[in-house]
C-alpha cells in the first residue's frame, strides 16, 4: 500500500502554501485517525473504511455529521469545554482546501478501501516476540533454563494481555503501526497498550520464599522431579556413525 506507506512515513508535506501551518498541527492527529480507520473495522468494508477516513476532511472544520451512509457521524463523544479547543480549520480557506486534495487523492483512498483490519493477530505475533525475550534464540538453555523462561513468557503475557489502551490527553486511544514478518512488507494497526506490569514476579518470589520457609526438602524435591523430567539432548539420539564410512 505504497500511498499510505508514503502518508505515515511523513513523505506527504503540506507545504507550498500558508496553510502549511495549519495542517501541520493536524498531521499527527490525521496519522492516528488512520490507523483508527482500519483498526475500528474489523470486517474491513471498504466502504465503512473510505467513509470514516475521509469524515477526517469534515472533522476538522468542526464538522461532526457525515453525508456518506456507511459513516453517518465521528465516533467521538461530543466535544464540549477543553476538547473544543482546536485549531479548527475554516471551511473553504487554503488548508482546508489543501487537505481535501491531499486526502481524496485517488490512489491514496484506493489504498485505504484495501486496509488490513489484522491488528487483531497482532497479540499472537507479541506472544511469539515475547518468548524471544525471554528465551533468545542466539543463547542455548538447558532444558529446565528454557522450561522456566516459557513459563515467564506465559505469566508475563497472561498477566499483561488485559492492559488498558493507553489515551491521549484528550481521551482517544493511541494506535501504532507495525510491520510484522508474516506480512511480508505490509503492516498492520493495533492499539498502544499502557506500560506492562511486572507484578507477577514479584508474587512468584515471594511465594517461592514461602515455599522454602515453609519446607526447603519439599522445594528440593520437586526441583528434583522437574530436573528428572528433562528429555535427553537431540544430539542423543542421532546414531553416529564412523567417519571413514560416512565419506
Ligand atoms: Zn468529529
Redesign the pocket.
Known amino acids: 500500500m505504497p500511498a499510505c506507506n508514503l502518508l505515515l512515513s511523513g513523505a506527504i508535506h503540506f507545504s507550498g502554501c500558508m496553510a502549511t501551518q495549519d495542517l501541520k498541527l493536524w498531521r499527527p492527529a490525521i496519522i492516528n485517525h488512520l490507523y483508527w480507520t482500519a483498526a475500528s473495522t474489523p470486517t474491513g468494508d471498504p466502504d465503512e473504511m473510505q467513509a470514516k477516513w475521509q469524515?477526517?476532511i469534515?472533522?476538522v472544520q468542526?464538522?461532526?455529521e457525515h453525508s456518506s451512509p456507511a459513516f453517518t457521524?465521528?465516533?467521538?463523544p461530543p466535544?464540549e469545554g477543553e476538547a473544543r479547543n482546536k485549531e479548527w480549520l475554516e471551511p473553504g480557506s487554503p488548508a482546508a482546501t489543501k487537505l481535501e486534495s491531499v486526502a481524496a487523492r485517488k490512489a491514496l483512498v484506493k489504498d485505504i478501501r484495501q486496509l488490513s483490519p489484522q491488528h487483531q493477530t497482532f497479540s499472537l505475533e507479541a506472544y511469539h516476540s515475547l518468548i524471544l525475550h525471554f528465551a533468545p534464540k542466539h543463547t542455548g538453555f538447558s532444558f529446565l533454563g528454557m522450561y522456566s523462561r516459557l513459563l515467564l513468557a506465559a505469566l508475563h503475557f497472561n498477566s499483561n494481555g488485559n492492559r488498558d489502551v493507553a489515551r491521549t490527553s484528550e481521551g482517544e486511544v493511541r494506535y501504532a503501526v507495525r510491520y510484522p514478518r508474516f506480512r511480508k512488507g505490509g503492516w498492520v494497526v493495533h492499539p498502544i497498550k499502557e506500560k506492562p506490569s511486572y507484578g507477577y514476579a514479584t508474587n512468584l518470589m515471594v511465594s517461592l520464599v514461602e515455599e522454602y520457609c515453609k519446607s526447603p526438602q519439599a522445594l528440593q524435591e520437586s526441583s528434583a522431579v522437574l530436573s528428572s523430567a528433562a528429555s535427553p539432548p537431540l544430539t542423543s539420539s542421532v546414531q553416529k556413525v564412523a567417519k571413514d564410512e560416512a565419506l
Open positions: 469524515s477526517m469534515n472533522h468542526d464538522i461532526h457521524s465521528c465516533a467521538h466535544l
